[in-house]
């Protein structure tokens, strides 16, 4: 129902999403609702998310590609622009975001994001504090999370 | 538009230059002209296009990934192709986020070429571009909010003044009245040019203009001096004499308004008539001798104001911080109701202001304007007297209510009196000085011919002017009595005078004209 009008520029995302995928990312559209993705990142390496996979949700608004994607974790993840809601404190989804900007793009800003935190720009508090007073502890921390909730099990 | 012409970019573009250095046309001149390739990039105006066009018969849209032939297409600077509906709706959603708008940059996410209102009026809807322009309109308004640091003398407070609001005139949060434009002090309804001309003429004369400022002058019945503690001008010289008198003129009050019928006079400067023939070394002697009586007549009525203003300023602080209080006890009124007292005094206060500066302006009135100068000399006439009126009102009869021993009949009949010619007077000054501001635009006699021979005098008729000065015509006795100014002259074509130049640069400039100006540009950037 929700799918008659879709979009020509959804369909060609979706297609190219499935056919050509990012690598260390996976998208694909639920059956019932073409306007909703379930995502898979990989931790990239080097990184202290290295070796889990998260699992986020992608909605394109009514108004896409005029206004940005919802996305959110749903792995609970230890990143100091992520919140416990599993919410996403990205320029590009917000005041940033622009119509030439794709699906692939933002998750893989996402993804860069688990490679760069940045704690001068914190959606948690706490985490920001932890991760600027001891660095490598906070890494510790992270790596403790993705072990627990992101080991893809 | 001027900004485009000169630096040869297109007017959009210099709509958005402008936007960005907030409306300083000085700013965009300095910065560009510094470094014109950091412009461009600070701004987003591409030299050429990172895209050149590829000769195809079909675009792939950015947006909406649809193919369309090159019309169908439309590109910022850069090259970076989006069709007509995606750019509408790209256009869209940002007008409707704010004034951010104002500064849209082209959806490519790695680039930063400008989109520009010429782009954005042929591709948005005329409700979205109405929006838009309102946002513009409202930049370049707020933009021009500027301040200023109070000039009196020992403030701290800055001056914020907003485009406008009418007039120049801005009020410091320490009472303090002033310019926005030459810093001077208020000076409605002269405008700043004479406001200059008049300071720096004051100041080249002040040696001789010392002993206008004494603060005592010879009765003219007993001769005895008599110092002046008073605002207004209505001096009775102390007994047993008692002779009322005018301080300005010297001549008896009973001469002055109302009570004679005839309109108050002692504010015109009227020459002695000389009869005979003079040589001309004596006549230059007899012209410096007038000129400098001509503008000693003015300067002593514009110093007079002055202190008379400075008077009622002591005096209503007085009456405030003293006097209401111990009215409201004799009188058994509440101090709320004697709150007509403070606007009289206040009012008195901006009258004196206005007054003074209205003797400037008389002195700039050319004398061959005949029908002007009438006007004028009859409407500052009528202003003065008015003001004396309230002045000596609320000056010295309030005084009888204040020494009175306990509540006084009439007191409520003072009220109204009071009352009444505080706001006849505000009244009255309110028109005078939209009179004045309007070059007195009502008289109309003498003025179109007037107007014709100014505008050959702008034009350039220094030889007229030479001629005027070198060779003083015939010895009619009016010849004789024109001042000699620092300023340039030219002559009149109807009474062969010397006139003082630069006065028609006054008449024009209105007030509100900065802003009207300023709208009128900011519209047609917008339309
Ligand atoms: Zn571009
Ligand atoms: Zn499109
Ligand atoms: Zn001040
Ligand atoms: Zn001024
Ligand atoms: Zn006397
Ligand atoms: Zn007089
Ligand atoms: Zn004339």
Redesign the pocket.
Known sequence: MANSNLPRRIIKETQRLLSEPAPGISASPSEDNMRYFNVMILGPTQSPYEGGVFKLELFLPEEYPMAAPKVRFLTKIYHPNIDKLGRICLDILKDKWSPALQIRTVLLSIQALLSAPNPDDPLSENIAKHWKSSEAEAVETAKEWTRLYASGA | MRISTVLSIPKGAASILLRYYNWSVSKVHDEWFANEEKVRKAVGFLEKPVIEYPNVKELTCGICFEAYPPDKIHSAACGHSFCNTCWAGYISTAINDGPGCLMLRCPDPSCAAAVGQDMIRELSSNEDYEKYSRYFIRSYVEDNRKTKWCPYPGCDYAVDFVVGSGS?DVTCRCAYSF?W??T?EA?RPV??GT?AKWILKNSAESENMNWILANSKPCPKCKRPIEKNQGCMHITCTPPCKFEFCWLCLGAWSDHGERTGGFYACNRYETAKQEGVYDEAEKRREMAKNSLERYTHYYERWATNQSSRAKALVDLQQMQSVHLEKLSDIQCQPESQLKFITEAWLQIVECRRVLKWTYAYGYYLPEYEHAKRQFFEYLQGEAESGLERLHQCAEKELQVYLNAEGQSKDFNGFRTKLAGLTSVTRNYFENLVRALENGLSDVDSHGASSRTASAKSVGGTSSKGKAGRSKPTTSRSSSSNRNIDDTGHWSCEHCTVANVRGLFERKRVSLSQPFASGIVKAKSIVG
Do not use: G, K, L, T
């Open positions: 120049y310019c434009n030459c001077e000076h405008d700043c406001v």
